[in-house]
């Protein structure tokens, strides 16, 4: 297996599962610091990949724990797991952009509409999860992370395959002990 298509079958996987809603690496679990330094993980869905930059586009709601995270560091995590071929890939990241265009926000289908419209943040202990009061304020906001690493390990019968490919090394990648 050669380096070089195992770094471009990752960017096919990612550009497919912008078209593929049922793809394994449309859903994939972002990782932040807290203020206390604790991580903070959770599941996102990939909206967008820029394919030639190696940026990874979600959406948000400006006042969600992820928002709070990323003003203490921009440095994030993604873990991508594709159960079908037994991969695992992390990407290590870095908070690149912030956009609250609200042309991308009413592109939305309206029942996505009313996650970045409820009067109340994200976490708040609520008394009933079917009656959210929804507002005006929009709150929405794309964010995108722009690839600084990426680790690929590949569960093989034969021999599990772990390589890493670098941006400050114009990702160029090597093996490594899995």
Not at 12 to 35: E, Y
Not at 49 to 61: H, Q, R, V
Not at 128 to 154: H, M, R, W
Request: proline share 4%; aromatic share 12%; hydrophobic share 40%.
């Amino acid at each position: 297996m050669i380096l070089s298509d195992i770094f471009s079958e990752c960017k096919n996987q990612w550009s497919q599962a912008i078209k593929d809603k049922n793809h394994p690496f449309r859903f994939f679990v972002l990782s932040t610091v807290d203020f206390e330094n604790r991580p903070n993980s959770r599941n996102v869905i990939l909206r967008g990949f820029d394919i030639k930059n190696l940026n990874f586009t979600i959406y948000a709601d400006l006042r969600s724990k992820k928002i709070n995270d990323l003003k203490k560091s921009a440095a994030v995590q993604l873990l991508f797991y594709n159960y079908e071929y037994s991969n695992q890939i992390i990407v290590q990241s870095e908070l690149s952009d912030i956009n609250t265009d609200l042309n991308i926000f009413n592109q939305l289908p309206e029942h996505s509409k009313k996650s970045y419209t409820s009067l109340d943040p994200p976490g708040k202990t609520i008394d009933d999860p079917y009656n959210v009061a929804i507002g005006k304020a929009i709150n929405f906001c794309q964010l995108t992370f722009k690839a600084l690493s990426i680790e690929v390990l590949l569960l093989k019968r034969e021999a599990n395959i772990r390589c890493c490919f670098k941006l400050k090394n114009d990702w160029k990648g090597f093996f490594m002990i899995p």
